[in-house]
């Protein structure tokens, strides 16, 4: 698997295609958007249930993330769980816990958990900036520092050979960079959308998650 | 006939007023021998054929009044049944019979339907949809509990598809509450009669079956056109031969044109229009036009205001237009019973012979037009295997039925294999099925809470709560349809739909063209697109997917036949010949006993070609299992493109062998993982998902958009092929799509009978015979397990070559 380095802010990132970001020189992982306990939330507010595996597919892709990378701290940048109210299934807690206690965790607040179950370990924050870099769930209109975020859950279509090609992506520009979602059973919103369109400059770049690797996708006719 | 019987008042007076003779079948219909339960009659369309299936209800509520529904009728289309309504309300008023008809489809009204509850007709005509809804009411034993006949219209366009498991689950249903109901099937004379009478009959009545079989009127004359331009060697526009095919519109008093998809009718519409200097009113009907549109011309059709309709498969059944004079089909048939039906749909008398002209839109399909011909004169039918039934439209019929009233787990596992599809079904794999719609059948059983069936006492099944049953009503059905988005104009008139896909590939500005008209796309609002009126030049058409029938293969042997036998290429207009010529002398004529496997180099690839004629869906799943055995030698596979005749892989490294790649063992060994991730599997687990309930289409509040729905179970597919491999929706899925390999036995049969079946030539360049294919590629996607990182790979490779011409740039500038 090749690595995904790329320059943000003057320091040096690597965008992983599980979705995560790791900053080096922080031993810092960043991950968004994780919608712990989703397909219970789903089953229980509209009968549909899907397989029941998506908290332990998310917390097994974060658990080799980790393995991957020299990392002390982890990042949550918001929507870790789905809906408050819904815990998760034992064995699902009991691998979080431990990664609670082997790292230090940051969990910053998002719009779907503005309070975390289970009672897990580290430090609630609405945002919390590191090295001049301002981490908080939801881009803000005007920031002041450089910041880092998710929320979007952001996909891009890529037309290669006649084919649509749809996927996560990272997209930043020199001011700003979100993440894709992390969680496994996450939708998107692609990043030709308003909503995310309107928050880049031009000037931007967006690296698409591939099964093994991330690659740059050029941001001119995009669909 | 001897001892014929006769009809007796006032049908028989009636029948003279209208100055007709009953036919033999209408009068055998109406005996009911001791020794038959259920009927199947088989005969040419429009000819009288439904009010046979209804004389016998007619004749037995004359006799005696009856306070209780009497007779169902179950039709494939909606239009149709309300227009046997209106055709059955004549006989019925013109004699004055005290008996009532009520129509109920998607389209009645709640408040009809409540009525008809309270007050239940003797005649109600449905769909098998409706009836399902129907069936899933508390009410439904006490409405159904006096059933006499049930009459299945059109009976050979629903079985063997979902819609048939669904409707032979309802059946068996009835079953349970009218248990001596009279089933008559109603079929054109396509078909395989012998099937039709094993699935009409519940299991255990088999014999019980009479199978009635009108005389057959006389034939059709049918001819290939006879165009001053040859037809193209590949693409499927049909453009050529539209000169020729204005003069016969001109020549008839109507002319019904069919084609085989939706694109194909709107590019044909559009160009027959701008051949129409008389401005001839010609119409254009298919399914993605809204319900107004296709109305307004069905019934301009029905008054004979129209020279001639274009139409697909929307036209194929139902609605009788007498003054029809000539069939035009467009493309290729595909299958004999399909183009009997078509042609059948001309001089809608059963004295009259039937008139129709086959326009084959490249050159493989003009050997298939061919061969239909000749398949028609000599009377062959089409090879049609029997599926057992769908295992999603079970897991939905238990929800349904769940809804109506509890249930004992063995009664109704007995009432399920009962119907014809399911006689197989075990008892293990009912309880699998069951588990699975009361909680999704997880090893992990992290559902229990919140159930949508629950055992109620030891044995004893039945629905949690209310709300529950709403939302299951709400997505009664087993046809999926790719996602769409409503097409509507500013002020919200509804114009069709198109799929999302297309909208997705639009900017605003693009113009393209739906219903004939041409449309500027605006935005998309609200889950539909905004479009205006536009003048636009070379419009974009709409691609729908599926309605890509694949070739039924009792056909493709007369193809393949007619193409190994020069002899009889002197029926084939020259163009073809010539074809067919050039590639007996330049390569070499797929025998009837042989597999054909060309190789060459085109433009710095190498291409190999295989003529299997073992039609679409199994070109394709060979084509799947080719590509992996090409990755698997590392001959770097790039893509494959399939038509129903033959098949071509190409890839980076010469293909010296061939006969490797065949090597069934080896074909077969790895390809589950490799399958897996095929997109035709997601496809199938998506409408899967979707009919079985794991997925819902609609909710009490909000649609869920079809986006959602795709990007959902894609994921949900991984995730259950990761975490529970052998979970029923997953067996379900490579079950059904893999049915493609049902045709691939015969393949593997010329395989097996000789390692040496299969006939190698290395060319140097592209054979006459691998042309139509060769120009495919790029137009049809490309498929393949793991093509998506393969391209996106080759975008790593251009974006590091820009890169580098960027700073070699940059590095001249500073110089």
Not at chain 1, 9 to 17: E, H, K, L, T
Not at chain 2, 85 to 113: C, F, Q, W
Not at chain 2, 346 to 362: E, Q
Request: aromatic share 8%; glycine share 6%; net charge positive.
């Amino acid at each position: 698997m090749k690595q995904f380095d790329f320059e943000f802010c003057g320091s040096r990132f690597i965008a992983d295609p599980s979705g995560g970001l790791i900053w080096p020189n922080q031993k810092l992982a960043v991950v968004s958007d994780l919608h712990l306990g989703k397909s219970r939330a789903i089953a229980k507010h509209t009968n549909q249930f899907l397989p029941p595996y998506d908290t332990t597919a998310t917390l097994s892709k974060l658990v080799l993330l980790l393995e991957n990378f020299e990392v002390r701290k982890i990042l949550s940048l918001g929507d870790s769980f789905h809906h408050h109210n819904v815990g998760l299934l034992a064995s699902d807690i009991k691998v979080l816990k431990r990664l609670t206690l082997n790292y230090e965790w940051l969990w910053i607040i998002g719009n779907h958990d503005p309070s975390l179950p289970h009672r897990l370990k580290g430090r609630y924050l609405d945002e919390v900036s590191i090295d001049n870099i301002t981490f908080r769930h939801r881009a803000s209109l005007a920031p002041k520092n450089p910041e880092i975020s998710g929320h979007f859950h952001p996909v891009v279509n890529v037309r290669l050979a006649g084919r649509r090609i749809k996927g996560r992506c990272f997209i930043h520009d020199k001011e700003r960079l979100i993440l894709p979602a992390f969680g496994s059973y996450t939708g998107g919103l692609n990043v030709i959308n308003k909503e995310v369109a309107s928050l880049f400059l031009a000037q931007k770049k967006i690296y698409i998650c591939g099964k093994k690797q991330v690659y740059e996708v050029p941001t001119t006719n995009l669909i | 006939m001897q001892n014929k019987c006769e009809l007796d008042l006032p049908f028989s007076t009636w029948f003279k007023k209208k100055g007709w003779e009953p036919y033999d079948y209408q009068l055998e219909l109406i005996k009911r021998p001791a020794q038959f339960s259920h009927d199947v009659l088989i005969a040419p369309t429009g000819g009288g054929k439904t009010l046979a299936g209804f004389l016998p209800s007619l004749i037995d509520l004359l006799k005696s009044p009856y306070p209780e529904l009497h007779t169902i009728y179950i039709s494939p289309l909606k239009a149709l049944a309300e227009d046997v309504a209106r055709n059955l309300t004549i006989p019925i008023e013109e004699m004055n019979l005290r008996i009532n008809v009520d129509v109920r489809t998607g389209d009645t009204s709640n408040h009809r339907k409540r009525a008809q509850m309270k007050t239940p007709p003797q005649i109600l005509l449905t769909t098998p949809e409706s009836f399902a809804l129907l069936l899933s009411y508390p009410e439904a034993k006490t409405l159904m509990s006096f059933i006499n006949t049930v009459i299945i219209d059109e009976i050979h366009a629903i079985i063997n598809s979902k819609r048939g498991d669904q409707l032979s689950l309802c059946l068996a249903r009835l079953q349970k509450f009218s248990p001596s109901a009279r089933r008559i099937g109603l079929s054109a004379t396509v078909s395989d009669t012998d099937h039709i009478s094993k699935w009409i009959a519940p299991a255990d009545q088999q014999k019980l079956v009479r199978t009635i079989t009108a005389t057959p009127g006389p034939p059709s004359e049918i001819s290939i056109v006879k165009a001053k331009r040859p037809p193209p060697w590949s693409g499927h526009s049909g453009q050529y031969a539209l000169p020729e095919l204005m003069e016969e519109i001109k020549k008839n008093k109507t002319t019904l044109i069919f084609v085989n998809t939706r694109a194909q009718a709107e590019i044909i519409f559009q160009s027959l229009w701008e051949l129409n200097d008389e401005c001839l009113p010609i119409g254009l009907h298919h399914g993605s036009l809204s319900v107004s549109q296709r109305t307004k011309i069905e019934n301009a059709m029905a008054k004979g205001d129209l020279k001639a309709i274009i139409a697909t498969s929307s036209l194929d059944l139902g609605v009788d237009w007498s003054s029809v004079q000539l069939v035009v089909q467009i493309g290729a048939p595909k299958g004999i019973s399909r183009l009997i039906q078509r042609v059948g749909r001309s001089n809608h008398v059963l004295s009259a012979s039937s008139r129709a002209i086959l326009i084959p839109t490249n050159l493989f399909e003009v050997i298939e037009c061919q061969a239909a011909i000749e398949a028609i004169i000599e009377g062959d039918i089409d090879d049609i295997s029997m599926n057992p039934g769908a295992i999603d439209v079970l897991a939905q019929h238990l929800l349904l039925m769940a809804c109506s009233q509890d249930f004992q787990f063995n009664s109704m596992h007995q009432e399920v294999s009962s119907s014809f599809p399911y006689r197989n079904l075990d008892q293990d794999e009912f309880k699998e099925l069951l588990n699975y719609a009361s909680n999704g059948g997880y090893v992990l059983q992290s559902y229990e809470q919140w159930r949508k069936i629950d055992q109620k006492k030891p044995g004893i099944y039945g629905i949690t709560s209310k709300s529950i049953s709403r939302k299951i009503r709400m997505n009664v059905g087993t046809i999926v349809e790719a996602e769409t988005l409503r097409v509507k104009k500013k002020r919200g008139e509804y114009v069709g739909t198109v799929e999302e896909q297309f909208i997705q590939s639009l900017s605003p500005g693009d113009t393209f063209i739906l219903g004939g008209k041409v449309w500027s796309f605006v935005r998309i609002k609200d889950l539909s697109a905004e479009v205006t009126s536009a003048e636009g030049k070379d419009p974009k058409v709409p691609i729908y997917a599926g309605g890509k029938l694949p070739l039924n293969s009792s056909l493709a042997r007369r193809v393949r036949k007619i193409i190994s036998d020069p002899v009889s290429w002197n029926k084939l207009p020259n163009s073809c010949r010539e074809w067919l010529e050039l590639q007996k002398k330049a390569a070499h004529l797929p025998k009837n006993n042989e597999l054909l496997v060309e190789t060459f180099p085109r433009a710095g690839k190498w291409y190999m070609v295989t003529y299997s004629f073992a039609g679409r869906n199994a070109n394709q799943t060979l084509g799947l299992l080719l590509t992996k055995q090409m990755e698997f030698i590392g001959l770097a596979p790039l893509g494959f493109v399939v038509n129903d005749y033959a098949l071509t892989c190409w890839g980076l490294r010469p293909i010296k062998k061939p006969e490797v790649l065949f090597n069934q063992d080896a074909l077969y060994d790895g390809v589950d993982p490799w399958l897996g991730d095929s997109s035709l599997l997601k496809r199938t687990f998506r409408q899967i998902a979707i009919v079985s309930g794991l997925i819902q289409r609609r909710f009490p509040t909000k649609n869920k958009t079809g986006k959602q729905i795709t990007f959902n179970s894609d994921i949900i597919y991984d995730t259950l092929r990761k975490y529970e491999p052998n979970h029923i929706l997953l067996k379900a899925t490579r079950n059904e799509a893999l049915r493609g390999l049902a045709d691939l036995s015969r393949i593997e049969q010329l395989l097996e009978l000789n390692g040496s079946n299969i006939r190698h030539i290395q060319y140097d360049r592209t054979t006459p015979l691998a042309v139509p294919l060769i120009l495919e590629v790029g137009k049809e996607p490309v498929y393949g397990g793991h093509a998506e990182e393969l391209l996106l790979q080759s975008l790593a490779y251009e974006l590091f070559d820009e890169a580098k011409v960027v700073n070699k740039l940059k590095k001249n500038e500073t110089i």
